[in-house]
């Protein structure tokens, strides 16, 4: 993920809130995409 999040975000740790906001448009779908679940993260994490 950290690789990933280098290559894509220029940063291993993601994005800043700032680049969400670019790439979202708003605040509201910021917030709205960090609860947001998705399978495949929680199978990575072991919350699956």
Do not use: C, H
């Not at 740790?13 to 998705?38: C, H, I, M, N, R």
Request: charged residues 30%; glycine residues 10%.
């Amino acid at each position: 993920m950290q690789e990933r999040n280098l290559i894509e975000y220029g940063r291993k740790q993601g994005p800043t809130a700032d680049q969400l906001f670019e790439k979202k448009g708003s605040w509201e779908y910021v917030v709205f995409g960090s609860v947001k679940s998705s399978r495949a993260m929680d199978a990575l994490l072991g919350l699956d």
